[in-house]
């Protein structure tokens, strides 16, 4: 089964090993996302909301360069610092996947690889079968808003 490989371009991904996303047929799977600018910066520093929607545009875009959408999405994993604010967290999940809904698990672990990161994301896609004849996956870096919701957090922000 040939696969697609996503990078978002993180001066990481290379020395780590990892993409992104990957998409082996219908099924795409984003990897671990904090909410980092292409600056290398935390975006939203103690902020549990904020990381959690700017981890989710990232993961959004990935979506869409693997050919995918959000409305795809089978499965998310959340992973953070301080489970006594699920509810920030867990509104930000909710404004993005209230309608799509599906299977969700959150964790506190001890750390993330920084610090300053309160949450990581994955998710899981599948993407249907009608639209795989539609949708062929991206080949280069995304410039425009595409695959989102209307309304809720990520309404009207520009990707990067």
């Known amino acids: 089964m040939p696969r697609t490989r996503v990078s978002s371009g993180a ?10 996303a990957v998409r082996a047929g219908s099924m795409v799977f984003v990897s671990g996302t904090t909410s980092v600018g292409p600056d290398g910066a935390v975006v ?6 904020h990381q959690t929607v700017e981890a989710l545009s990232i993961i959004a875009r990935a979506l869409r360069d693997a ?12 992973f953070v610092t301080d489970i006594s604010r699920f509810d920030e967290y867990a509104r ?8 799509i809904r599906p299977a969700a698990t959150c964790v506190e672990v001890r750390a993330l690889v920084r610090p ?5 994301i994955e998710v899981d896609a ?6 795989r004849r539609r949708r062929t996956p991206a ?8 695959g989102l ?7 009207g922000k520009t990707f990067r």
């Open 116 to 120: 300053e990161f309160l949450i990581e």
């Open 149 to 155: 919701p209307r309304g809720g957090p990520l309404a």
């Open 92 to 99: 930000a999940h909710g404004e993005i996947f209230g309608r």
């Open 11 to 20: 001066p990481w991904e290379p020395v780590v090993g990892y993409s992104r």
């Open 67 to 78: 050919g995918a959408r959000l409305e795809d999405v089978v499965r998310t994993r959340m």
């Open 44 to 49: 939203g520093p103690g902020d549990p909301y």
């Open 139 to 146: 080949r280069r870096a995304p410039t425009a808003r595409k």
């Open 126 to 131: 599948i993407v249907p079968a009608a639209a």
